[in-house]
């Protein structure tokens, strides 16, 4: 065996145990604290809805436990089960250069895709459903599914046309080319998301609430901050869960309001957790993050300048006929593996945003609105209050609501 394979095996190992070891502590964690609620949450949860949480949690769980499994499966039928080969042989059939490569590149992602939908249908009719959280009937399933697909195309192709095509003729300085075309891509694309792309998914109707309205624009004018439109958006389409958020930027930027979330929060509670979303804005939250995955991606790309030429590479993975395509393919396939953990890094990093965000809110807004607007939040998204602390530290974007609200209280106070 090369010394890569054994590489990417102790990785993809590791990675799997740790992700099967934490999923069997927090529901482990979750199950020993079910019966009681939380001390400072008796008032506000009731036992019913605390045990509702815990469920919910742990059925998410056991489908981190699948997809755990499912990953690792379909990684190494693709790898040394010879999937990748065998792909590479039948797109061969349908060209040869790009148009070879792009076959392989949409094999690759319809077989991924296929491989998740079990999944997917579970965690959409099996969990949400269950726990009364889904509105989608399996015809809008299959229906956005089908529109992802159509998108993908539209917009993959042609930039993997055009990655493989700088691959291939600008010689040892390509990664430089390619991640230029990948920063503009990624602008573009954040520009003509809220106008193109979002309303392909649902539907967005300006705010009409007048009292709404001007509450909000006068925290907009204290906070110093210009939007271009407050629009309602009908999440209560697919899902029962609240949302709000900020897209685009400069010219289209504007604020977006899940229907839900308006019906359950009274207006001192919207305007406290937009207060928290302009925080993000204001400390600059949201230009660090791109400016962080620009330069990720730098990095990755001149790595894999420096092995796509190496034969250990493609033999150490079973695939015996190197390409651009399947270099690009092979690379973004078997990193994961080897940078899972750095997850608690980039979660430590966003719960950090969170708690600024927070006090940002806290100095525009009451705390205590934005506290009462989280307990209603996390008991409508029915999120635990008692995760396991080394399964949030891991994966959470954000603190557990005891954290995040002990915090606060100390604004408030
Ligand atoms: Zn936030």
Known sequence: MVPFSLAFLAALTAATAVKLWL??????HIRRYRDRVPAGFAEKIALDAHQK??????AKAQLEIAD???EAAALLA?????GLQWLDGA?????SGIGHGLVLIGGVAAVLTVVDLPLAWHRTFGIEQRFGFNKMTPRMFFTDMLKHAL?????????AGGILWLMDRMGAA???YAWLVWVGFNLVLLAVYPTWIAPLFNKFSPLDDPQLKQRIEQLLARCGFRAQGLMVMDGSRRSSHGNAYFTGFGKTKRIVFFDTLLERLDAPEVEAVLAHELGHFKLRHVVKRVAWSFATSLGLLWLLSRIMHETW???GLNVQSPSTAMALVLFFLVLPPFTFLLHPLLSFYSRRHEFEADHYAAQHAPATALISALVKLYKDNAATLTPDPLHSAFYDSHPPAPLRIARLQTYAA
């Open 23 to 28: 999923a069997a502590r927090h529901i482990a």
């Open 53 to 58: 949480a815990a469920d919910y949690s742990v």
């Open 68 to 70: 755990t499994g499912v």
């Open 78 to 82: 693709l790898t040394f089960g010879g």
């Open 91 to 95: 797109a061969a059939r349908f060209g």
């Open 151 to 159: 998108l993908a195309a539209a917009l993959g192709l042609p930039l």
């Open 174 to 176: 390509w990664w430089i």
């Open 313 to 315: 590479f493609y033999h």
